[in-house]
């Protein structure tokens, strides 16, 4: 069982804050089924029934679908696990600028939030990130590869313990079958384990599984 971290500065950061000792964890699903300009995801409304089905009392979901980019901001600081199934992208120029698609008001542009959005943050109670989302641990411009800026990393900066990224594009229906699996792992029947180690084996237990159906595939399921 395995996991990374960018840098040993962001490692250092994520363990010198204090850990909330959390009983029950608010979650924040942000989905988008629809994004303007770009395709649908059919697979986000059948992985949002999964995550539903497996967080259960004493845990609360809050929902939030097609939102702006402002919203998702206004709604983090509230949360401790915080899941995005949407479109995203890695800026081939200024990694700083890669983003999650979001809905703002035009209908044809996405609305942005970006890895600058995202580091600007302090957020208390935040535990987990779970960016089902296409290439969020991706940095492409080679002059900058060494520094780790990337969606991924943002989320550690505002202050995330844990976050779970892609390395490249993802599968729809494979991101909502890791997903269920993930979280069907990580709840147990009174809740999260309290050991961050859980987070990694629940991502471990979800990998192997999709692996052992898709063997031959590994760009399905090696991005994580």
């Known amino acids: ?112 939030l970006t890895v600058q959005n995202i580091s600007g943050g302090n957020l208390g109670q935040a535990w987990l990130a779970y960016l089902s989302a296409c290439s969020t641990a991706e940095n492409k411009v080679e002059d900058l590869a060494d520094e780790a800026l990337h969606l991924a990393s943002s989320f550690q900066v505002a202050g995330f313990r844990h976050v779970v990224a892609s390395m490249w594009p993802s599968n729809d229906s494979i991101c909502a079958q890791v997903a269920d699996i993930f979280y069907r792992n990580l709840m147990g029947k009174e809740g999260v384990k309290q050991e961050d180690r859980v987070v990694a084996e629940a991502l471990h237990t979800a990998v192997r599984e999709i692996r052992l159906q898709n063997i031959e595939q590994p760009l399905l399921w090696a991005q994580y």
């Not at 600081?77 to 703002?104: N, V, W």
Request: hydrophobic content about 35%; overall charge neutral; aromatic content about 4%.
């Open 1 to 112: 069982v395995f996991s990374y971290t960018p840098t040993i500065k962001a490692l250092r950061h994520t363990r010198e804050r204090t850990r909330a000792d959390i009983k029950t964890h608010s979650v924040l699903l942000v989905t988008m089924p629809k994004t303007p300009g770009l395709n649908e995801l059919p697979g986000v409304e059948i992985e949002a029934e999964a995550i539903h089905n497996a967080v259960k009392n004493p845990h609360s979901v809050h929902p939030l679908i097609e939102p702006s980019a402002k919203a998702v901001l206004n709604r983090l600081g509230d949360c401790s696990i915080a899941h995005f199934a949407c479109h995203g992208s890695s800026d081939l120029l200024d990694p700083s600028s890669s983003f999650l698609a979001l809905k703002g008001n035009s209908e044809s542009i996405p609305d942005k």
